[in-house]
């Protein structure tokens, strides 16, 4: 018993790294999946909007990384930051109350703690815009 909680104590810490390292991808993604969801909406077929949704993706991937490494401005900067700590805190919130939900049975601590927890993805993610725009840089 106690091997088992210790176990899946490891595993939820690994998943909430893994989390944090991907938060900062969660703005593309969710662009990519709503068009994607749009153009099957629309009646595209199923192959043609699962493409046209990761195209989408990646461009708003590389557009993002050009935004941020052509500012200079911190206020612009920080404009680019809410526009991905937004959907990163979303995604945290999600995937948190998702694994506390599978572990307590009560209704109102889940929706606490995966707020707090959202708020720390948040953060995570408006820590890293700095850096996701620079890492592909030339020196």
């Given at each position: 018993?106690?091997?088992?909680?210790?176990?899946?104590?490891?595993?939820?810490?690994?998943?909430?790294?893994?989390?944090?390292?991907?938060?900062?991808?969660?703005?593309?993604?969710?662009?990519?999946?709503?068009?994607?969801?749009?153009?099957?909406?629309?009646?595209?077929?199923?192959?043609?909007?699962?493409?046209?949704?990761?195209?989408?993706?990646?461009?708003?991937?590389?557009?993002?990384?050009?935004?941020?490494?052509?500012?200079?401005?911190?206020?612009?900067?920080?404009?680019?930051g809410?526009?991905?700590?937004?959907?990163?805190?979303?995604?945290?919130?999600?995937?948190?109350?998702?694994l506390?939900?599978?572990?307590t049975?009560?209704?109102?601590?889940?929706?606490?703690?995966?707020?707090?927890?959202?708020?720390?993805?948040?953060?995570?993610?408006?820590?890293?815009?700095?850096?996701?725009?620079?890492?592909?840089?030339?020196?």
């Amino acid at each position: 018993m106690i091997l088992a909680f210790v176990i899946t104590l490891v595993a939820v810490v690994a998943l909430c790294g893994l989390m944090l390292n991907i938060v900062i991808f969660a703005l593309p993604l969710t662009a990519g999946a709503a068009l994607g969801l749009a153009l099957h909406s629309a009646g595209y077929g199923i192959p043609a909007s699962l493409f046209l949704g990761a195209l989408g993706a990646i461009a708003t991937l590389v557009l993002l990384q050009f935004a941020l490494g052509a500012t200079r401005s911190s206020v612009l900067l920080a404009m680019i930051g809410m526009l991905i700590a937004a959907p990163a805190a979303f995604a945290g919130y999600h995937f948190l109350l998702g694994l506390l939900r599978l572990f307590t049975p009560d209704a109102a601590f889940p929706n606490v703690l995966a707020g707090v927890g959202a708020l720390a993805f948040g953060i995570a993610a408006w820590i890293k815009v700095p850096q996701f725009g620079r890492t592909h840089e030339l020196a």
